[in-house]
């Protein structure tokens, strides 16, 4: 899944936020594929506030890396962590690709951008009516928190868009027009999303945030 650019529902489900071990585990399960990307502290050091670290690396782990450069597919081309497409790209950076992908800054720079845009979108087509409910897609379950809106932004949060379409069906999974062209569901997304701090974004928490706040330590017991 390109930029057009979970809370797993389990036993300790209601008890997520005393052990952000258990969360990060939980999540790598529901994404489903195995890590790539770039991790919450090589985001802090381009630039990604820390509240948002480790949502921005869940959603690499579905697009890229800082170099990542997609196949073609219908002459369109993808660049970088966030996998900015030609055609949305240049809404958000004025030089060239190749300087784009040399620039992990600029990378986080424009996916906050546009990070914020689709959650005005989302606000202002009624997709955050979702928050709070529960979505289950392939026998996993997880309650939809502004993260998994964000997530599946990605899909675009515009009317007639694939998570409008999946509202507007009661949050059916096997509604038409709720998945990609290669069959990938926006519900996969809004469960592989659940449950991050993304306060970054929206100005407002409703998820948890596992990184240690900036300036403290911690001591291995």
Do not use: H
Not at 96 to 114: E, G, H, I
Not at 161 to 188: E, F, I, Q
């Amino acid at each position: 899944m390109t930029t057009a650019f979970a809370v797993a529902r389990s036993a300790w489900a209601p008890n997520i936020k005393d052990s952000c071990a258990n969360f990060g585990f939980a999540v790598s399960l529901v994404a489903g594929f195995a890590f790539a990307g770039e991790t919450a502290i090589g985001l802090l050091n381009a630039g990604m506030p820390s509240e948002c670290a480790e949502f921005a690396s869940n959603v690499t782990q579905s697009e890229g890396s800082f170099n990542s450069i997609s196949p073609v597919v219908n002459g369109i081309q993808c660049y970088g962590a966030f996998q900015f497409c030609d055609g949305t790209i240049e809404d958000y950076w004025n030089g060239s690709k190749q300087d784009f992908l040399a620039n992990p800054t600029a990378q986080v720079a424009a996916w906050r951008q546009y990070e914020q845009r689709q959650w005005s979108a989302a606000e202002n087509n009624g997709l955050t009516s979702a928050i709070g409910q529960e979505v289950c897609y392939k026998g996993t379950c997880a309650i939809i928190t502004q993260s998994s809106i964000l997530k599946a932004c990605q899909f675009g949060c515009g009317k007639g868009g694939k998570l409008d379409n999946l509202v507007k069906a009661g949050l059916d999974c096997s509604a038409p027009g709720t998945s990609d062209g290669a069959g990938t569901s926006v519900c996969r997304y809004l469960v592989s999303g659940a449950g991050y701090n993304v306060g970054c974004i929206t100005n407002s928490n409703d998820g948890i945030d596992c990184l240690p706040a900036v300036g403290t330590t911690t001591t291995k017991q």
